[in-house]
């Protein structure tokens, strides 16, 4: 269970930081999640082909466990934005 979440996790961080890559590109920032999920996917594969102990148990379910993972690195940081916006109105 404990390499599951680390893998989940990895990928999580792995597609934040391409959010990131294209944050600060010449791309739109409203493709960022579509850019995240497809990644996310992307590794998703990779990992059940590569990693054994991979959550999953087909490429399919793979692929749906790296577009969650790879969303939820968009929704993160969405919530951290939000969250210290908040705080510096809040001052």
């Known amino acids: 269970m404990e390499q599951e979440t680390l893998t989940v996790t990895a990928?999580?961080?792995i597609c934040g930081?391409?959010?990131q890559a294209v944050k600060v590109s010449p791309?739109?920032?409203k493709y960022i999640p579509v850019i995240v999920g497809v990644c996310g996917c992307?590794?998703?594969i990779i990992g059940q082909l590569f990693?054994?102990?991979f959550p999953g148990d087909s490429l399919?379910?793979?692929a749906a466990i790296g577009i969650a993972s790879g969303l939820a690195s968009t929704g993160a940081h969405q919530a951290y934005?939000?969250?210290r916006e908040?705080?510096?109105r809040d001052s």
């Open 11 to 13: 990928i999580t961080v």
């Open 17 to 19: 930081l391409i959010g």
């Open 27 to 29: 791309l739109d920032s």
């Open 42 to 44: 992307a590794l998703g």
């Open 51 to 53: 990693i054994n102990g």
């Open 60 to 62: 399919l379910t793979a």
């Open 81 to 83: 934005a939000q969250l």
């Open 86 to 88: 908040h705080e510096t």
